[in-house]
């Protein structure tokens, strides 16, 4: 009943447990003749790595991913090309400690799967959420990383824009910023209100949610596959699966149900290179499910971390009510790690349409 | 390019443009032995048809459905019982008036498809919009009514709950209200406000757009494939597919981003029956991509409709500047007839993942 | 239950029974800009058309194509341009003769879907076969003649080798020859044989088999999608799916069983226009799942029809012992007609193949 | 351009290359709650493996299988429980002499993938045939393992039934010789003269083709999902897909082209206990896509090993004539060791129509 794959032509299938040997995925599609080293990959890892601040997880895990099959080793052993075969990458899992979570082995976490994993499978591999836990991200940003490899002239990036109620300003957005602290927040001024924020939240042993933008800029005009493979639908069902997100919006979204047909339309000229104009881009760049060449924007709501310290009322698999309080190692934010796990799932649905588009004849065109 | 099919194992194929003979869907995978009159499905294409108030298009189709195969006709012609075998419906175009379009044939309206559509396919049915028409989800609402027989058990309804700024008052939510007036309004006191507001913007051949909230009682626990077919993905999918849609939330949505986990935390008990009894639904009756049992909850953002009588700035076809005002009979508010084809959407995704979990073999169990 | 589409990017869904009101085809993914007109489609129907011949099933059906959507007409309304939105094509059926069937309705034909259908669906067309009709495949004929203008340099023909132990001379191949008989023989000298085997089967009220080739010329070296997307594994797929078809062979297909590797090999040399020349074809165009760029050569075997006079020992629906004797209108070699619907199979899996490589990015290139 | 996943519910991703580090396959939507020991997958695999025989390639691999993921171990660790969630399985390459294949890196084996890997990728890992090696099929056994747990009441059993142009004699086939001898041949007289054969063959370097006969008792009637997911046509797909082979029959196959209607009707009567009773099974199980309820029944002919010692004609990548003769420990006749892989594509395609009748909520029902 699980179906752990995505895409159409640039196909990714995930697998691997929290507290497994192992995680991993197959990228099946990616085309010949793209070179790439293990940094490529492995720098993307890192940036959704645990334990990089106190307002992450600090569950440590080295996170070092192998590249199994797919590819061709140069010879010198440092570059690898691709081959057309399915690229097969897996991450060990290094840092488990399974006693953590017995106390909760019957348990069910208010907001969490618990309960509805053991409703559908009638088992469930508790240790750490197991499948259901943000730890199969990163075989998702693995997967963002070969995406891009397909695309590259298409640039991706991610920005935290609220936490709690604490918005970023959006007249200060400096992508410049968004490496510079903990937060991925592309606003320095809003960066102490967080640090401030989060820090309460994690001493209090609580949670809080958060939303994430993420922005592709470089895609042509035309990718998408109307009407059941809109561009923007694939984005948002890529989205909408990651662990905790609770909402998806395109360009501006649920903004766009306040304002009049002329406010919201996107008005052209032709520019002076000769090429269409967009004067704004409400449209996030897709209409009628097709990208318009204008810069892909999209935003997702991610909730608060259901695992906290504050006891709550719940009930477990015996039919008894009990009170939980999740111990273990967790994400204040989980937010925060959500960024490039975003950018990732951004990558794979544009590499998806590009392919599909441009075809894989072996070699890009 | 196109990819005109949804669904895993309940399937539909929507095909046909708003000004071609005719449109229809194929609804494949539907089990055999449910049995339906032509008016179980007319009557849910009756709430979407046009020309029913002046706050919607004034075009007029009979919207009549036939039903072409995949039944066998009772011996008194009147019900249909389906065989298992695909579904062909289909509703003739009867009221094209191709020559409101000729003067937009080669102009793009901004915040519309016609760019895109010509920067894909570099070919275009202007007329009505073609395949990017509104009109289609005339098919969707069919395969919609097909999708209500499979989960009889389910109840899906669908209100509006904003018009640009106008929102519900929540604590008069009233699903009776939905039917007494054009706008399937749960709240009596907010349609005035909105008949007042709608004729302004309709006066000014303007625009605007809205929030549709639909919600299915009655799904039972268990339903969705995760990672990469959970039923909250699914369902952002097919709401995301709907023309216009540029935001959708499962439960609390984006709300969810400003609140802590103990805010957030859905609390059970075990019910006096024995059952267990969520005290909240802030998932939206979804945990980990799995239904809970709690009814599912969904809302999506409807732009305002890109045809208006206000001139503005385009290009055409040839890369000249033009300003750009549509005539023809718009929807000042397309998100109302949304509602219909949100309820349909939300009842094509539980239908296949009913199936997903109990299977074809046949007949219902 | 049923799955009634097939093709990745070329897809194809077929839907109708053959005593419904019409049956027809959504062919989905045909890139835009294509023309042609009614006829170029309406010729490959008529090639299948029953009632041509004595050797063929007597129902008559005018079998006419109706195009309702993915086109835009031309001018004179003679031509149609394909949009790149789903075309759907429908045939009317116009003879059914239900009657015909009345006795039947309870009973198993042996060797026909009857006890199957009942077996699955516990409900079943029993008027012509209902949806394991060999009149389905009016639909894939229908949809192989869009494939066709996808890949117009590859010219697909088909033949009959074989009628009951009847085979044709190798030697007397001859293309030329195959619309010159109602068989779709190559071999002029094999028409008289069975014409007079056919004669002496159809008297008597039985039926034989039948073994079909179909060739594909002018197809590029590099399609198909290894491993699980092999060409060569599509086209069987393809060919199994038609009715009465019980085997499947590419290239010398069993034969390779009998012979050495040396024999085998197709050895290579360079040509005199600087292309790699194949000295042999024992592959069939096909090695490790991908096309060589010989010709495509596939042969599928066509059991007897079912539907004969002489009686045969069955049972009922309600489990008494009975004998089947099928009156009604049937092919004594449904192999016949059989030769269109294969090359409509191959020409959907060469297309689907050639737009996974080439992509569909609008105007093929 | 690769397509590495086959299967609807029961879905599995194949990756690896012959010299890569090592090759393994994803089997996602396995049920819940099966229990499994490691020797349960890794006695399958033991069929398979190279170096057993003389008969066979002396490549020695350990092959020895490790699950990575979808699993609960069990207290003692000796057994696993499936949880529903992917199921990782990973086989270590550790017997890799890449310095056999370096003289026929940029040659081209007649007969072999070598030259249209090369025409669609560009690129080619031609260490021991890379993907396009048997040794992928290392995978699909494992898979099959799975999937047999998923029909725990049908029997799949597979065995040799032609070497070159020897074939076994049919009133002699006994299930039990098939483990008796290296050939899987299942008439023991048989044995003696392919023995005799084989060496020669292999003694001169040369190699020949085999038929394999599958076969699956305990099917239930009701299986296969017309008309594009017919049984008969995944099984064919999946049979086709492996490596070298050139047909696939379904009961009586090709032969069913040269009898009547009479002798391939298989006649019912209903049994003493009340079920129906087919007389005979031309059909091999399997009637208008759907299972009878008869034993399942193909055969697929293997073409001989490509790889031979003899000098064959060819080019290089370069475009120069050359003569390629292989060396490395390649099998005489490959068809042996792909009954094992057979029967897992038919376990494989049986599991998954399975789940698709039965569907997946949990426990198998």
């Known amino acids: 009943m699980s179906h752990n794959t995505f895409g159409h032509l640039f196909r990714v299938t995930t697998w691997g447990e929290s507290h497994g040997p192992a995680l991993g995925c197959v990228v099946d599609g990616c085309p010949p003749g793209l070179t790439f080293t293990l940094a490529d990959i492995q720098s993307f890892l890192d940036k959704r790595k645990p334990g990089q601040s106190r307002f992450v997880t600090q569950r440590r895990e080295a996170d070092e991913v192998k590249v199994l099959s797919g590819v061709f080793p140069s010879g010198d052993g440092e570059t690898y090309t691709t081959t057309g075969t399915p690229i097969s990458l897996m991450i060990e899992n290094t840092d488990q400690r399974s006693k953590d979570y017995g106390e909760i082995a019957q348990q069910y976490r208010p907001g969490h799967a618990d309960f509805t994993y053991d409703a559908k499978y009638g088992i469930r591999d508790y240790r750490g959420g197991g499948r259901s836990s943000a730890r199969e991200t990163a075989a998702r940003v693995a997967a963002g990383a070969v995406a891009r490899l397909v695309i590259p002239g298409v640039k991706i990036r991610g920005a935290l824009v609220q936490i709690g109620k604490h918005k970023i300003n959006r007249s200060r957005f400096d992508w410049d910023q968004v490496d510079q602290n903990p937060f991925f927040c592309p606003d320095a001024e809003t960066v102490p209100v967080w640090e401030a924020y ?168």
Chains 1, 2, 3, 4 share one sequence.
């Open 198 to 365: 989060l820090d309460e939240i994690r001493k209090a042993g609580s949670s809080v949610g958060a939303v994430v933008e993420v922005v592709a800029e470089g895609v042509p005009a035309g990718l998408g596959a109307p009407l059941y493979g809109k561009l923007d639908q694939d984005i948002a069902s890529l989205l909408m699966s990651i662990n905790a997100v609770k909402g998806v919006e395109i360009g501006n979204g649920f903004e766009a149900a306040e304002i009049t047909g002329e406010e919201n339309a996107d008005e052209m000229r032709m520019g002076n290179d000769g090429a269409p104009l967009f004067l704004s881009n409400h449209a996030g760049g897709i209409l009628g499910g097709i990208s318009t060449g204008q810069p892909v924007i999209a935003r997702f709501a991610v909730k608060p971390t259901s695992s906290i310290l504050t006891p709550r009322q719940s009930i477990d698999a015996s039919g008894h009510n009990v009170d939980v309080r999740t111990k273990g190692r967790h994400d204040p934010c989980v937010g925060i790690r959500a960024v490039p796990v975003g950018e990732a799932m951004l990558a794979c649905a544009i590499a998806d349409h590009y392919l599909r588009d441009r075809g894989q004849t072996g070699r890009l065109k």
